[in-house]
């Protein structure tokens, strides 16, 4: 499995901005999809953003216009740019990888990053 090593989590006041940034152990030029999901407390874990082949890019509707997902392919990099933060995004946010394996996919998760958001 790939490894995916997060970083940029942290306390943050309400309205404010951070980076999380995904680092990958191989290279993601050619994966089917990365991105992120979070998981709130008593919460399911829900799908953020997501960037996949061909760069198509999706965001769930709550954080459309805050949020803004984009990679580096040689740095094998996901970054996660999150402005306007609210209470409601404090979750622990996982980064994962999927890629075509045979018929099916593969994914991998990194260990996850706590964002918390409070004043």
């Known amino acids: 499995q790939v490894q995916l090593v997060e970083s940029g989590g942290g306390l943050v006041q309400p309205g404010g901005s951070l980076r999380l940034s995904c680092a990958a152990s191989?290279?993601?030029?050619?994966?089917?999809?990365m991105g992120w999901y979070r998981q709130a407390p008593g919460l399911e874990r829900e799908l953020v953003a997501h960037?996949?082949?061909?760069?198509?890019?999706k965001y769930t509707d709550s954080v459309k216009g805050r949020f803004t997902i984009s990679s580096d392919n040689a740095k094998n990099t996901v970054y996660l740019q999150m402005n306007s933060l609210k209470a409601e995004d404090t979750a622990v946010y996982y980064c994962?990888?999927?890629?075509?394996?045979?018929?099916?996919?593969?994914?991998?998760w990194g260990q996850g990053t706590q964002v918390t958001v409070s004043s």
């Open positions: 960037i996949g082949s061909g760069s198509s890019i």
């Open positions: 994962y990888l999927r890629e075509v394996v045979g018929r099916g996919y593969s994914t991998s």
């Open positions: 191989k290279s993601i030029f050619s994966i089917y999809e």
